[in-house]
Nanobody, 115 residues
Framework: QVQLVESGGGLVQAGGSLRLSCGASGIMVSIRTMGWYRQAPGKQRDLVARISSGGSTNYADSVKGRFTISRDNAKNTVYLQMNTLKPEDTAVYYC?????????WGKGTLVTVSS
């Protein structure tokens, strides 16, 4: 069984920064894509950013230029550096990973950006 554990969420003022981390543990042969989704209250869960095992990245238009995704394959960990945060970035952020043909999700970490 694969487990994903997020950390790094919290309360920050608009314009500030946060760094999220997500580590994968368990029996794994290969982790393909890793990334982050977010879900604001009353809204659907949307992709924020994803990164392939080779380092290719994709971002939602709303975060391009402000957020940076990266990963450490040796540590099975993905990161999300969030800069110039806006109140509309407030959401629960969920880590996901595509491992050995299956998708796994973390429990989420809350990011709150005050105006």
């Amino acid at each position: 069984q694969v487990q994903l554990v997020e950390s790094g969420g919290g309360l920050v003022q608009a314009g500030g920064s946060l760094r999220l981390s997500c580590g994968a543990s368990g029996i794994m042969v290969s982790i393909r894509t890793m990334g982050w989704y977010r879900q604001a209250p009353g809204k659907q869960r949307d992709l924020v950013a994803r990164i392939s095992s080779g380092g290719s990245t994709n971002y939602a238009d709303s975060v391009k230029g402000r957020f940076t995704i990266s990963r450490d394959n040796a540590k099975n960990t993905v990161y999300l550096q969030m800069n110039t945060l806006k109140p509309e970035d407030t959401a629960v952020y969920y880590c996901f990973a595509f491992v050995d043909g299956m998708s796994y999700w973390g429990k989420g970490t809350l990011v709150t950006v005050s105006s």
